[in-house]
């Protein structure tokens, strides 16, 4: 709009903006060029009048240069009137030109001089407060009694409840009300326990937070430090309520990649150790643990798609505007009978507050009065056991004398709704498919040499000696996984074969740089999950595993005299059973167990029992990404060896791949294979590599 101003033939003289924001949508408007004055930040609560007198400097005057920013900000008072004078000099009288000098004048010469508009050279500014006393109008008294009765109605209207007995039941919820630098009231402040519970800054945007991600049934919420006019301890009443929701953002979704989630995160973290950013712009996030990149209790894969529910204001902040440069966004919704949002191109924007308020409804009675008796509970025995340890707790003193309310028979260890909007358990495994592509690529190649090739036997050129040959080959890695907070159940496929034919006349020869099929099904036992060190170390998780390693096709051999005969296909059938450590980001999986071999390959089965480790690693490196894939089987000598048997059998597969776009790669990959037997047949170790590249197709879908 100021644009269009500024290009208007008669533009105006004074250009001033009316604006409700705070924090760093306020700075944005304090930078803009070209306006003059700036009212907002309704931030003041005294009932101090004001009076502000700016003189405008004339050495330079605002209408000759663009001004690069406001003459002031003035923040005013919800509970006074204000008042803006403005002063202008009358513009100076403009020569008339000789004739000589209008006939040379060319049409853009003869449009008013900006030195002949008015000047600006002074304002004023006062706030004047409205206060109870002092004569009073019987007609606006009449006109006003049935709006202050409907807010004594609604400050009567219980829409949330009293904090206490909920931090007395979730003690993980006392760091964001107890401490010495509690983000409170825009700032940080220091709240001790002996005082009652209250709903913190980050309390009430933590709940603003969960309530957005659930309305749009997104995976992450982020929200920045929404202002309230007023604090409050005990029940929250609807008039109050409302008033914390007094904000013009609108809802905005978006959907992200793994890759610029993590950025988010780090991000999102950097900020707590950057003393520039104060309490009014900080950027809370529900959903994900920015320290340990979980979502939803995994580790957020930079191969999937996020959801990220969030404001249009937030979307505008420095901090996450250099973050998310590219995302689907959406900004229009339908509405849903239980007050979901659903994208929808035909819909309408959304506020915040009604999104919010909508949400919240679902826990209150057609009166609009908080539901006690569903979302209410006694603390009982949890709260007693710990009332030794706070001696004046508010929080315990209410539990003990049994002034909390009670409600039902449910489960205490299950949070009901209302519960769950104000906890924020990142780490906890959610439910969950997903299907992945790991690895999917297929080549071929043929070659035909003439006829007279042998003629060229003693050439050094490769192109007339190499004789004709074919080859094919693929790879794929394909799995099915479910996640729970109890089980985990993984079905996954991989492959890999490439065989190159060769023929010199009619001879035929094949070699097989990899031919391998490996089917697995895995049983992870979520629900006797183990931390290695505090509750927010490394799990390790029991897994039983069943898998069944085959061959494309049979493997020749090599010293026979019959130059078709093959060993047995290859038929083995493998269970192990151990422990699964998720470390983290990067190395995402370390396993260990004891597996029980069967070779099917022949009529009495040939059984083994040995070792089994592996590990998982990827990290990026720039605008690159390394995999790395470790796979170890030892099988100890029992006494039945035979020389077809191994003892030791590991695969190291790294790949270094540049991505081209969300499902395609570009990369060069190494492939190494080490083997030992079991007898003396077999004295020294051996190895094989294969060093390839091409493009590779990936894919991780969440159904």
């Known amino acids: 709009m100021i644009e269009d101003l500024r290009e208007t033939e008669g533009r105006p003289d004074l250009i001033v903006v009316l604006a409700g924001a705070t924090g760093e949508s306020l700075v944005r408007i304090e930078g803009a060029r070209d306006v003059d004055l700036v009212v907002g930040d309704l931030s003041r609560d005294d009932l101090s009048p004001v009076r502000e007198t700016i003189e405008v400097a004339r050495s330079v005057p605002r209408e000759t240069v663009r001004g690069p920013r406001p003459i002031a900000t ?52 006062e706030t004047h407060p409205v206060l109870d006393e002092g004569p009073f109008d019987e007609t606006l008294r009449r006109k006003w009694r049935p709006i202050e009765e409907t807010r004594i109605k609604k400050n009567a209207i219980v829409s949330l409840p009293d904090i206490t007995p909920f931090v007395a039941r979730y003690p993980e919820l006392e760091p964001l009300i107890y401490g010495d630098r509690i983000l409170h009231q825009n700032g940080f402040r220091s709240y001790e326990r002996r005082y009652p519970p209250r709903y913190s800054d980050s309390l009430w945007v933590r709940l603003i937070g969960n309530l957005l991600k659930d309305a749009t049934q997104a995976d992450v919420a982020i ?36 890759v610029t989630l993590l950025d988010l995160a780090d991000a999102l973290a950097a900020q707590r150790l950057d003393p520039s950013v104060g309490a009014e712009s900080l950027i809370m996030s529900v959903g994900i643990d920015v320290d340990r990149h979980l979502v939803a209790g995994h580790v957020i894969e930079p191969r999937a798609t996020y959801k990220i529910a969030t404001t249009d204001t937030v979307l505008h902040m420095s901090r996450v505007a250099k973050v998310i440069v590219s995302a689907d966004v959406e900004a229009r919704f339908a509405h849903t009978a239980d ?37 209410v509970v006694r603390v009982g025995d949890r709260a007693g056991d710990r009332a030794g340890d706070h001696v004046g707790d508010p929080v315990q003193d209410r539990a003990r004398d049994g002034s909390l309310d009670a409600g039902g028979d449910r489960d205490r260890d299950e949070p009901n709704d209302f519960e769950r909007a104000l906890l924020d358990r990142p780490d906890e495994v959610s439910h969950r498919w997903v299907f992945a592509i790991d690895r999917l690529s297929l080549q071929g190649s043929r070659y035909k040499n003439s006829k ?20 094919i080959g ?73 898998a069944f390693d085959s061959e494309f096709t049979s493997t020749p051999k090599p010293s026979s005299e019959d130059a078709g005969a093959t060993y047995p296909h290859q038929k083995i059938w493998r269970s192990s059973a151990g422990c699964v450590m998720y470390p983290g980001e990067r190395l995402k999986e370390l396993r260990l167990g004891v597996v029980l071999q069967y070779d099917l390959s022949e009529s009495s089965p040939h059984r083994d029992l040995g070792v089994a480790a592996a590990y998982r690693f990827g990290t990026p490196l720039g605008p690159l990404r390394m995999e790395s894939n470790l796979d170890l089987t030892y099988l100890p000598s029992d006494g039945d060896d035979r020389p077809e048997d191994l ?40 190895t094989s590599l294969i060093l390839a590249g091409g493009l590779d197709f990936t894919a991780f879908l969440t159904l």
């Open 74 to 125: 003035f923040r005013t008072s919800p509970h006074a009137v204000g008042r803006i004078w403005v002063r202008f000099e009358a513009p100076a009288p403009t020569p008339t030109p000789t004739p000589t000098q209008a006939q040379a004048q060319t049409p853009t010469q003869t449009r008013t001089s900006e030195t002949s508009r008015a000047r600006l050279t002074g304002v004023r500014h």
């Open 223 to 258: 929200s920045r430090n929404l202002p309230r006019k007023w604090d409050m301890v005990g029940d929250v009443h609807q008039g109050q309520l409302e008033g914390w929701l007094q904000t013009a953002d609108s809802v905005r979704l978006l959907r992200v990649s793994g």
């Open 339 to 375: 007050a979901r949002l659903v994208p929808d191109a035909a819909g309408e924007e959304v506020l915040l507050r009604d999104a919010i308020l909508a949400r919240i409804r679902l826990w209150q009675d057609t009166e609009g009065v908080f539901q006690r008796d569903r979302y």
């Open 452 to 471: 007279h090739v042998v003629d060229y036997a003693a050439t050094r050129q490769t192109r007339a000696t190499t004789p004709d040959f074919y080859s």
């Open 474 to 546: 693929h790879q794929a890695d394909v799995a099915l996984t479910y996640e729970g907070p109890d089980v985990a159940w993984e079905t996954r496929v991989a492959s890999a074969f490439d065989r190159a034919v060769f023929r010199v006349g009619d001879d035929e020869s094949v070699q097989e740089q990899s031919d391998d099929i490996l089917a697995y099904t895995e049983l992870r036992l979520n629900a006797m999950t183990l931390r290695v060190g505090d509750d927010a170390g490394v799990r390790l998780v029991p897994f039983v595993q069943t």
């Open 647 to 686: 003892a030791l059998y590991g695969t190291w597969f790294n790949r270094l791949l540049a991505p081209i776009n969300a499902g395609f790669s570009v990369f060069v990959s190494a492939d190494l294979v080490v083997m030992v037997g079991k007898t003396e047949v077999q004295p020294r170790p051996a």
